[in-house]
């Protein structure tokens, strides 16, 4: 059970929204898990989506490719509840540890090789160090004040997953992509479905922060 006091100033009310109508006529869906992630502007989304495509041509992989519109660097995993769970979110907690945790910034990012895994079953696109280290920084932050608000945050590395249900071992560098994170993003996972509900998005405000690099191994 969540605690239901925080700090003055880090409210943890809730709100409820609909669940996306996802068919599971196999009974694969595990739990729902809240995350907490940045996400790029539609075109550079867009980009990003047209290298995903490259790559799995490469490997003929033709199913399980994440939409354009719901790629996303997950920085943290904030809740995980049963199927059987009544919708709401942290809604509250989850803007005001944005507020208290970190300026709103942009971040400029780049990503530059692929990892597949066929324990995971997940093709992700990883980020260069520079990159990796600032959001990690971002990260930890989120997770003090998500922690002051009664949650209780689970980090995971930063990457970016482009496909799902991948069946083959990886890793190789690609052409660089960068791109610049604008949207904060409260997503639900429907875990066992590969698909990702958007809760809730804002802006990161203020000036661009640059953190690039080049091809790496």
Known sequence: MREQLGLPGLEVSEEAFELDPVGDPHGRLMSYDHYRAIA?????ARRIDSVAGQVCRQYGLAKGRQSADRLHVTLLAIESFQPDFVPRA??????????C??????????????????????????????ATRRITALRNSLAVALRKAGLKPQASKPHMTALYGCALDAKQPIESVQWTASRFVLLLSHVGLSHHQWIREWPLLGPSQSVTGGPGN
């Open 101 to 130: 945790a970190a300026p709103r910034f942009g971040i400029t990012i780049t990503i530059n090789r692929i990892s597949a895994s066929s324990r995971t079953g997940a093709l992700v696109f990883c980020l260069d160090e520079p």
């Open 90 to 99: 942290p809604i509250g907690a989850v803007i005001n540890a944005a507020s």
């Open 40 to 44: 790029p502007p539609t075109e550079d």
